[in-house]
C-alpha cells in the first residue's frame, strides 16, 4: 500500500517519542519529590496515602481496564493484612515473609473466589462479589486467630531482612515507598502489555473479543487474581505502617472507599487512583475533628465529582489537554 493512501501517518513516530520523553521527565520528577516527601510532611501519612493508592490502583486494574465492578475488594486487603499480622506477631516472621504470606494468601483467595463469581457480569458480579465478602467479614469475626473485634494490635516491625531496621518511621517510609513503585510498576506494565491490551477489547466488547477467539474469562480471572494479589500488597504493607490489623480492614466500607477513590480520581486512567487517594486520604486526616461530618463531605464531594467531573480529576485533565492537542493540530 502506498504513503499517499495514508499520508497522517508518518509523524506518529515523532508525537510518541516526544510523549514518552514527557512521561519520563514526569516519572523522574515525581519519585524525586518522593524521596524528599518525607523531610517536610509527616511520613506516617505519607505512607497511608501510598497504601491505599496502591490498593486504589489493583481496583482501578479490574474495573477500569476489565470492566469489573468489584464491591469485595476489602476482602483481599483486609485477608493479607491478617495474614501478614498474625505471622509476624505469633510466628515471628520477617516484615518480608509476612508479605509474601499475606500477597499468597489474597493470591488462592482471589482465585477462589473469582472462580465464583468471573461467569457472571454487571450487577450479578458486583452482588456475588459483595456476599463473599460479607462472608468473609463475619469469618473474621468470629475465627480466633483475628483477635475478633479487637484485632491483631501492636504488631512489631521486626528488621527487614533480618539487618535493616524498619521501627523508625522515615526507615519505613522507603520500604513503602519501594513497594508502592514496585506495585505501581507492574500495574503501568501490565496496562500497556498485550494481555492489558485484551482486558481493554473485553471491557468495550466481550462478544466480540470472543468472536475474535480470545478466551475472555480466563483473562478476567487473571485480571481478577493479579488485583487482589496487588491489593493484598497494599493491605500487608498496611499492617507495618499501622501496626494493627482490624475487621474496619475488611468491612464493606472499605470496598466502597477504594471505588470512592477510583471514581473521584479518575477509572481507567494510570494516575487517577493515586490522586483519588490522596484526596480522601487527605480528607480523613485534616477534617477528622469534624467526626461523623467527614462523610457527609466525602458524600458531597463524589457527588460534585460525579457531576462535575464525569471522568475524574485526572480523567478531565487528561480530556481538556487531547482536546488542545486536537485544536493545535487542526490550525
Not at 524528599?36 to 510532611?41: D, E, I, K, L
Not at 488485583?227 to 498496611?238: D, E, I, M, Q, Y
Request: with cysteine; charged share 10%.
Amino acid at each position: 500500500m502506498s504513503s499517499a493512501t495514508h499520508p497522517a501517518s508518518a509523524p506518529a513516530p515523532a508525537t510518541s517519542g516526544a510523549g514518552s520523553n514527557v512521561m519520563l521527565l514526569f516519572a523522574v520528577a515525581a519519585v524525586a519529590v518522593l524521596l524528599v516527601a518525607p523531610f517536610g510532611v509527616y511520613p506516617v501519612f505519607l505512607m497511608k496515602v501510598m497504601c491505599f493508592a496502591l490498593f486504589a490502583c489493583a481496583f482501578n486494574l479490574l474495573l477500569g481496564y476489565t470492566g469489573l465492578l468489584s464491591f469485595g475488594h476489602a476482602m483481599f486487603f483486609g485477608g493479607s493484612a491478617y495474614i501478614c499480622a498474625h505471622t509476624t506477631k505469633v510466628l515471628g516472621f520477617t516484615p518480608e515473609l509476612a508479605i509474601l504470606s499475606g500477597v499468597a494468601f489474597s493470591v488462592v483467595l482471589g482465585f477462589l473466589a473469582g472462580l465464583l463469581s468471573i461467569r457472571r457480569q454487571g450487577i450479578y458480579f458486583a452482588m456475588v462479589t459483595l456476599a463473599l465478602a460479607q462472608m468473609f467479614f463475619f469469618f473474621c469475626l468470629q475465627a480466633k486467630f483475628t483477635g475478633g473485634e479487637d484485632g491483631l494490635q501492636a504488631v512489631p516491625r521486626r528488621p527487614l531482612f533480618g539487618v535493616i531496621d524498619i521501627s523508625q518511621d522515615i526507615h519505613l517510609y522507603y520500604f513503602v515507598l519501594a513497594i508502592f513503585l514496585f506495585g505501581f510498576f507492574v500495574i503501568y506494565r501490565t496496562i500497556h502489555s498485550p494481555f492489558g491490551q485484551v482486558l481493554k477489547a473485553i471491557r468495550e466488547n466481550e462478544p466480540r473479543a470472543i468472536s475474535l477467539g480470545y478466551r475472555a474469562n480466563q483473562y478476567k480471572l487473571l485480571a481478577f487474581v493479579l488485583s487482589a494479589a496487588l491489593a493484598g500488597l497494599a493491605g500487608s504493607t498496611k499492617v507495618l505502617v499501622f501496626q494493627l490489623a482490624s475487621l474496619t480492614d475488611v468491612a464493606w466500607q472499605m470496598s466502597g472507599e477504594v471505588v470512592l477513590m477510583t471514581l473521584v480520581g479518575g477509572m481507567g486512567t494510570v494516575l487517577g487512583p493515586v490522586v483519588g487517594a490522596a484526596v480522601i486520604v487527605t480528607m480523613q486526616n485534616y477534617l477528622a475533628g469534624l467526626g461523623e461530618w467527614v462523610l457527609v463531605i466525602q458524600g458531597v464531594i463524589f457527588v460534585l465529582a460525579v457531576s462535575l467531573f464525569r471522568r475524574g480529576f485526572v480523567g478531565e485533565v487528561i480530556a481538556i489537554w487531547q482536546q488542545m492537542k486536537a485544536r493545535k493540530a487542526n490550525n
